[in-house]
């Protein structure tokens, strides 16, 4: 079946110590988005991506940032990972900008 | 600044005891409107996408439908199975951001 699939699902990391999840599709969808859950909040855009074209959302903060090398795969690369930082990513993909959005089963990040 | 809102918070049903939920928005001129399940630790999954007032669509238990200010999502005859936080959002309308605007959900608890 055509999925998006997150790896890991869980990560732990320490204060200011770099991470990467990554996203992968298998959709062949041309948009590919990163989201931020808060627990009992509503997704938060970070970024997207329109085939090579990055978008970055005007308050995400810098600390963030994204790289999608293909087509199929993208990553969410958090540089100095703080405390607040810890929440659920969701990745989701869609044939194109504004369409329906399919999400991944996100990565749950713990912050040390 | 464009709003959708999700009501109730939560809900609590009894089996068998058939219920509706409310996504009001203030977006005029809207592209789609969206119902997503999100069960906990996971990403949400896709149920309905609807675009004119007067649509609707069904899966199974579930019926989504949608007027020029509101969409209902209608559990008939609801399940232990279907208890999860229900999501809806909507694409804003042309020439406007792309980003989908997400209300906080609909938290559901079916008893058995």
């Known amino acids: 079946d055509a999925m998006v699939i997150q790896n890991p699902r869980y990560q732990v990391t320490q204060f200011g110590k770099p991470v990467t999840l990554s996203c992968s599709q298998t959709?062949?969808?041309?948009?590919m988005y990163w989201y931020q859950q808060k627990s009992s909040q509503a997704p938060k855009l970070l970024f997207h991506y329109y085939d090579k074209d990055f978008n970055n959302e005007a308050d995400t903060p810098d600390n963030f940032q994204s790289r999608r090398p293909n087509t199929s795969f993208c990553f969410l690369d958090i540089r100095s990972p703080g405390l607040g930082d810890a929440a659920m990513y969701l990745c989701a993909t869609s044939l194109v900008v504004g369409d329906t959005q399919y999400f991944g089963p996100g990565t749950r990040l713990t912050v040390l | 600044e464009d709003q959708v809102t999700q009501s109730p918070e939560a809900l609590r049903l009894q089996e068998g005891e058939s219920s509706s939920l409310n996504c009001s928005y203030t977006v005029s001129g809207l592209r789609g409107l969206f119902w997503y399940r999100q069960d906990p630790g996971k990403g949400p999954e896709f149920l309905f996408t609807l675009y004119s007032a007067g649509e609707e669509k069904e899966k199974e238990r579930l019926k989504a439908t949608l007027t020029k200010k509101e969409s209902f999502l209608h559990i008939t005859a609801p399940k232990p199975e279907d208890s999860a936080t229900y999501l809806c959002?909507?694409?804003?309308?042309?020439?406007?951001?792309?980003?989908?605007?997400f209300g906080k959900g609909t938290k559901l608890t079916v008893n058995p």
């Open positions: 959002a909507v694409r804003p309308p042309q020439g406007g951001s792309e980003k989908l605007v």
């Open positions: 959709l062949n969808h041309n948009v």
